[in-house]
């Protein structure tokens, strides 16, 4: 980082700021935080690791440039060498703060010899915003217009619209190659080995513990349910549908839950592709923290709150009742 210039304010230079995303893929499916980080990169991105061409669909209408990396299973010491030398040329290189973006970013970083920058919600052109204490507080930091940093951006923090008029993006295919190491460094047959991790196993995600962050699908219960034994029925019926359970602050507060289990900006922002919202009004600090799910439907008996002025389906019913009914139908279903 680089202090402020005298008076207390950034100093501001002209030179524009080239900015280039990375996004480790696995199997054809981009992380959390993937749209977010390429947004933010201003549409350049390269995706590294295993289907990358599967997963560039995924950036229709954000993305302007797409380099795609076939690189198959992960190996995060070699692809950080490699993208050493695919990125060097970039001033600000944005990784998803995704598990593996958290891993690769300072690989990268040591590679290309520059700060790193760890959960930021804004890459501006004279400040970076990160997150701190566990998502309570914002942090603004002033830096030089020309720094060269590497960042991990924060899944859900950052709206995203996609623009249906873009034309499609450039795609360029590289040709991967473990060891190249940044351009300009010394041959390869003079590097020091690549330190790297071994993968023993890889094991499918718990639903009913994973980090409600990185959760794909979302049931959330809010005020309209009307005990701790209904969240115990929320959390069966959710893992009846591969889903993570979370919770609104009033439950939280009312110590039904822990605060783990808090979806919002005072508790964990979180970024699903669906989310089902079980008598939640919609408070502001709930909604601001649900990123941009593809999908969200809503059960609540006042049909005007914000949460089903948000729903793509709102149904207008009794939580409990529904939560109900659809724990029958799930049961009926599994019977053998």
């Not at 703060?97 to 760890?118: E, K, M």
């Not at 009312?254 to 008598?279: C, K, M, N, S």
Request: aromatic content about 2%.
């Amino acid at each position: 980082m680089t202090p402020a210039a005298a008076g207390g304010q950034p100093e501001v230079r002209h030179p524009e700021v080239k900015r280039c995303a990375v996004v480790p893929v696995r199997d054809g499916v981009l992380p959390s935080g993937a749209i977010e980080a390429v947004a933010e990169a201003h549409g350049d991105v390269v995706l590294i690791g295993s289907g990358v061409a599967d997963a560039a669909p995924g950036l229709t209408g954000i993305a302007h440039n797409v380099i795609l990396c076939e690189a198959g299973d992960y190996s995060v010491g070699a692809w950080a060498k490699f993208l050493g030398h695919v990125v060097a040329n970039f001033d600000l290189v944005i990784l998803p703060a995704s598990p593996d973006g958290r891993d690769l970013a300072p690989r990268l970083a040591a590679v290309l010899g520059r700060d790193l920058v760890a959960s930021t919600i804004l890459v501006g052109a004279d400040t970076i915003e990160t997150i701190a204490h566990g998502g309570r507080a914002i942090q603004v930091h002033p830096v030089m217009v020309d720094a060269r940093l590497v960042v991990t951006f924060q899944p859900g923090t950052r709206r995203v619209e996609t623009d249906p008029d873009m034309d499609d993006p450039t795609i360029v295919e590289l040709h991967y190659g473990p060891g190249l190491g940044v351009a300009g460094s010394e041959p390869r047959s003079q590097q020091a080995p690549t330190a790297d991790v071994r993968v023993e196993r890889v094991l499918p995600p718990d639903v009913s513990t994973m980090d409600l962050s990185e959760a794909p699908r979302l049931l959330g219960g809010g005020a309209g349910l009307d005990s701790a034994e209904r969240f115990e029925q929320l959390s069966d019926v959710a893992g009846s549908l591969d889903a993570a359970m979370g919770a609104t602050r009033v439950i939280t507060d009312r110590a039904w839950l822990g605060h783990d289990r808090q979806i919002g900006t005072t508790g964990v922002v979180v970024d699903p592709e669906l989310y089902i919202a079980f008598g939640i009004s919609g408070a502001v600090q709930h909604t601001a923290g649900l990123g941009n799910p593809e999908h969200i439907i809503s059960v609540n008996t006042d049909e005007h709150c914000p949460m089903m002025e948000m729903a793509d389906l709102a149904i207008v019913s009794d939580a409990n009742a529904t939560l109900d009914a659809l724990q029958g139908l799930i049961s009926e279903r599994l019977e053998p």
